[in-house]
């Protein structure tokens, strides 16, 4: 586990597998395709291989065709807006040589999916979506067996087209469904299944438009926050007055008297439940009750904090040594870079339906870890994790902002209380209160180079925003890093590209500093210090389409690693003179993440990224004093909007000799160091602190 | 209090504290769950629905305001099973991702087209300027909207 998902502490422990024989007949016969839970998926969790004696049980299901030619694939993964519902349909859909529009796909529900750690870290695309190909390849196999051995015809002679196998240049077809009709077949998936080359997918690398599409332009999709269920309450929390906050007292009787009110309270847990949610806010507000917090730093001490409460230090790299480095350098820098606490500020807020049958509890939450979220409850609970069932409809976005389960687990409380099933909606203030934020940090960097461009040491300290992308690119003889876990006055967690934006952000700033120490042009300066082509390959690229070198002034560029993807953002800005505002004029985004799979919605993740990006670059930033955020709601905590989108363009190099790689986080990382070098080529100001102009630049 | 409101064509009677906003009276009492919640005080969009044509944000909205009005909500654009031309353009331009702004953003939109039918890329922005997509699908937004008005001025006369 990276070390920087604080939010991620308890893994699942159990697994109750169904039996796989009475799960197809449940379906109505037909055809089974069952396989392990692959090793990145279930790594993680503690889950591997417990022997062969157990081998069996950790089979799941993953795909079934019926009698009536329906196919259905199971995946533990979740839809937040990453477009995996239609691309994981488009692998499945590209083994069977069927419409995608055939495909029914079963998401993140833990009593029907294979385990699944969660959906993050950009791994649907390069975990998910092999394993599905794999899936899809043995049950075309399986099927071209079957008619094989009904018509007596060689294997080689068949092949599977539009939901039939079909002998080639023959008269013999027949469907899928009839095929499957009366069985009861399981098969295995192999691990090592030979799949479809990605140089002859027909279906992957195409633009499919989004699945359910139809359902999001005409409302009907119902998100967890637009669930119900007969005789449901609307639950709602009392929240503390700071962070870590203590229950001194409490006065709830005129919320009891309330009509319709169930009060609970449980140890410092205090909420309602009411048939309205007006009814259950004023409940909420009648309830008298003394808080204890202690003091708390606020934002405006945040940096002398993190350094002052170090708790671990690791070395994540050391080789040569930095004295000899700085004295073989020409010039030498040393600067300090800092990165503010940024909310998620995912558009549907946490939200859970929570319903008890007895002592079976089923819950709809938006969530990227179902089975996470799973165990949450299971142990608040005290229940085993086979009578928790957690669902995940599509739902309004995550960003690495939605792996645990706290509406869940407060719904379900509630529910428990009132016997009856309860929805717990956060508000937009618990959102951005209650929820955990990426982190922020400090990071040092000392440095030093030849007057050729040539990097000689390189020194970097990293203070609380995270480990991930915290190893450079570019090869330099003596080089040390460091990463600081300090204690954070804010609840953290994970983030769209983790803290690789924070690392990009001061590393990508401080080459672009050490170009100018040399007089070399960025462009250049980095192509001297790097060797990988790939990386190299997406620089020029990002150059080329920019007309990196054409303009004087206001234009910036800063490359990155994360995720397997490489990617390079070249920008151009416009400052205000008179009030400092800036605007982002255009952006060229080039990006390699191996073979496209779908390339309108990478493009889309892509641009997607990148206008979220201009948000934590520029001006995104949680203020907090006193154990309490002062700007939890979206008129003091300004996010991109449609003014501040620049023209966008994207370059994707399709390369179908790699495998693909997840996509929807790494065009993030070079957005703000690009960003800072565009405003210092415009203004002469160089800022070293993101977000970068809250409120314009001071020239 | 009863209160009667009329929306997407039919007669509907609710009773509710007068308190109660517009958004919770479709979302809760009428089960019509396509307007969303996103912040609850006009900031972000999510929750627009067409009150008389105009796009109004139903989370501020009291219900008072929209008794007797014609509301529409993205439940109702659809006229017998065919989408509206904004609803269509979307889906075209594939102008989602995550999509819990896209009623918001199709109303907006579609109450925009009714006051401006060929709006430059300023009048977008600045028409659309109070709906906020947090996954950046602005682009494609704007695609959306460029592409209903060129099908809407096509059709016109
Ligand atoms: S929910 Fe109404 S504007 Fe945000
Ligand atoms: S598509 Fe997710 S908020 Fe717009």
Redesign the interface.
């Known amino acids: 586990m990276e070390p920087e998902r604080y939010e991620l502490r308890e893994n699942p422990q159990y697994d109750f597998p169904m039996d796989r024989r009475d799960f197809v007949r449940s379906l109505g016969g037909g055809l089974l395709i069952i396989g392990l839970v692959t090793g990145l998926q279930a790594q993680e969790s503690g889950r591997g291989r417990r022997g062969d004696q157990r081998m069996p049980e950790e089979m799941s299901a993953w795909l079934h065709i019926g009698a009536d030619g329906v196919i259905t694939v199971y995946t533990g993964k979740a839809e ?4 995996t519902r239609t691309s994981l349909m488009q692998a499945v859909a590209e083994e069977l040589r069927t419409p995608v529009a055939s495909i029914r796909l079963v998401m993140a529900d833990t009593d029907r999916v294979p385990f699944d750690m969660g959906t993050f870290g950009s791994l649907s695309t390069p975990v998910m979506a092999p394993q599905l190909h794999r899936v899809g390849a043995a049950a075309r196999d399986t099927l071209i067996g079957m008619a094989s051995k009904q018509w007596g015809i060689e294997r080689g002679a068949l092949d599977v087209a539009n939901g039939e196998v079909i002998e080639k240049g023959g008269s013999h077809r027949i469907r899928f469904g009839e095929l499957t009709r009366g069985q009861e077949l399981v098969r295995t998936v192999a691990h090592d299944a030979p799949v479809t080359p990605a140089s002859e997918w027909k279906i992957c690398g195409t ?1 499919v ?2 699945v359910n ?2 359902e ?8 967890s ?2 669930m ?1 269920a007969p005789g449901m309450l ?1 639950g709602k929390v009392l929240r503390p007055t700071a962070f870590g906050a203590k229950l001194v007292s409490v006065d709830a009787r005129a919320a009891q008297s309330m009509p319709g009110v169930t009060f609970v309270r449980d140890a410092d847990f205090l909420a309602v439940a009411a048939q ?4 259950a806010e004023k409940a909420v507000e009648a309830i008298q009750a003394e808080w204890k917090a202690d003091p708390q730093p606020s934002s405006r001490e945040l940096f002398a904090y993190l350094k002052a409460n170090i708790a671990e230090t690791q070395t994540i790299h050391s080789t040569g040594s930095i004295p000899d480095g700085m004295r073989l350098g020409e010039a030498a820098l040393r600067e300090t870079y800092h990165v503010a606490y940024i909310a998620h ?5 946490r939200a859970a339906l929570a319903q008890w049958e007895g002592d079976k509890l089923t819950v709809y939450t938006g969530s990227q870890r179902p089975f996470g979220v799973r165990s949450e409850l299971a142990q608040a609970f005290h229940i085993p994790e086979e009578r928790v069932r957690v669902i995940v409809p ?4 995550g ?1 690495g902002g939605k792996h645990t389960g706290e509406a869940a687990i407060e719904a379900a409380r509630i529910a428990k209380a009132a016997g009856k099933p309860v929805k717990v ?1 956060w ?2 203030e618990e959102e951005f209160t209650w929820a955990y934020a990426r982190p922020a940090g400090i990071i040092e960097i000392a440095s030093a180079v030849r007057n050729d461009g040539l990097l000689t040491a390189w020194e970097f300290h990293n203070y609380n925003s995270g480990a991930a992308g915290i190893r450079g690119i570019y090869i330099v003889p003596n080089e040390r890093i460091e990463f600081h876990e300090t204690k954070s006055p804010l609840r953290q967690g994970s983030y769209r590209a983790l803290a690789s934006t924070a690392n990009h952000f001061a590393r990508e700033s401080h080459i672009n500093e050490l170009a100018h120490a040399v007089k070399m042009d960025p462009v250049e300066f980095r192509m001297k210090n790097l060797q990988d082509a790939r990386q190299r390959a997406v620089i020029a690229a990002a150059a080329e389409k920019f007309g990196w070198g054409k303009m004087k002034s206001g234009c910036g560029i800063a490359a990155g690693f994360e995720k397997n993807g490489y990617v390079c953002s070249a920008a151009e800005v416009a400052v205000d003179r008179s009030t400092g505002k800036v605007r982002v004029v255009r952006v060229v985004t080039a990006f390699d993440c191996g073979a496209v799979v779908n390339p ?2 990478l493009k ?2 892509v ?6 990006g201009i948000g934590g670059a520029l001006f995104e930033s949680l203020e907090f004093a006193d154990g309490r955020i002062l700007n939890p ?3 003091t905590y300004r ?5 501040d ?1 620049p023209e ?1 363009e994207t370059v994707l190099i399709d390369r179908k000799d790699v495998p693909s790689a997840g996509a929807g986080e790494s065009p993030i990382v070079a957005i703000a160091p690009a960003f800072a070098e565009a405003i210092f080529s415009a203004t002469g100001v160089r800022l070293r602190s993101m977000p970068l102009a809250p409120n314009g630049v001071k020239t | 209090m009863a209160i009667q409101l009329l929306v997407n064509g039919s007669e509907h009677r609710v009773d509710a504290d007068p308190e109660t906003n517009l958004l919770s009276a479709l979302r809760d009492r009428l089960d019509l769950t396509g307007a969303k919640y996103g912040c609850g005080d006009g900031q972000c969009g999510a929750c627009t629905v067409l009150v008389d044509g105009r796009a109004v944000r139903s989370c501020i909205t009291p219900l008072g305001y929209a008794e007797g009005k014609r509301i529409t909500t993205i439940e109702g654009l659809e006229r017998n099973g065919r989408l509206h031309p904004v609803q269509d353009a979307f889906l075209e331009t594939g102008a989602m991702q995550c999509a819990y702004c896209t009623s918001g953003m199709i109303l907006s939109a579609v109450a925009l087209l009714e006051k401006n039918p060929n709006p430059s890329g300023a009048d977008i922005v600045r028409g659309m300027e109070g709906n906020i997509c947090r996954c950046g699908s602005y682009p494609r937004i704007a695609a959306a909207i460029r592409l209903a008005a060129s099908r809407q001025k096509g059709t016109a006369r």
């Open positions: 937040v807006g990453q477009n633009p438009p989004k599409g139809r999001m332009v005409t409302g009907q999709h119902k998100y926050s637009d119900s609307y309205d949610p007006l009814k500020t995912p558009l549907e807020p599509d739902t309004g976005a960003y909606v508000t937009r309108d919605g889309h993740q641009e997607g990224a990148v206008i979220m709601h979206l008129r996010v991109p909007r449609f003014s989108v966008l």
